[in-house]
């Protein structure tokens, strides 16, 4: 089991930035990737960015130079930083933790964290 508790998200103007945190407890050395996820209102939930226990970083196309992902390993914590935020950047962005052990495959979220960029 993996727990993920994230925290971060607010409400912040257009042009500005946030910084989500996603702490990760259990069995985090199954953890193999984790990465953030985001549902908007009357939409499919995306992946935003994701990043592997090797360190190899992924992002949505409309998220390529604005948000990073990044990992602390002695937190077993990861981030996303968040800058030049737009109004479609609007959502609740949840964590996401991809674990493999014993060859079975599972994954964990969290309870999400809302994310409101005003114009």
């Known amino acids: 089991q993996v727990q993920l508790v994230e925290s971060g998200g607010g409400l912040v103007q257009a042009g500005g930035s946030l910084r989500l945190s996603c702490a990760a407890s259990?069995?985090?050395?199954?953890?193999?990737?984790m990465g953030w996820y985001r549902q908007a209102p009357g939409k499919q939930r995306e992946l935003v960015a994701s990043i592997t226990s090797g360190g190899t970083t992924n992002y949505a196309d409309s998220v390529k130079g604005r948000f990073t992902i990044s990992r602390d390993n002695a937190k077993n914590t990861v981030y996303l930083q968040m800058n030049s935020l737009k109004p479609e950047d609007t959502a609740v962005y949840y964590c996401?933790?991809?674990?493999?052990?014993?060859?079975?495959?599972?994954?964990?979220w969290g309870q999400g964290t809302q994310v409101t960029v005003s114009s």
């Open positions: 259990g069995s985090i050395f199954s953890i193999n990737a």
């Open positions: 996401a933790a991809h674990t493999l052990m014993l060859a079975v495959e599972k994954d964990y």
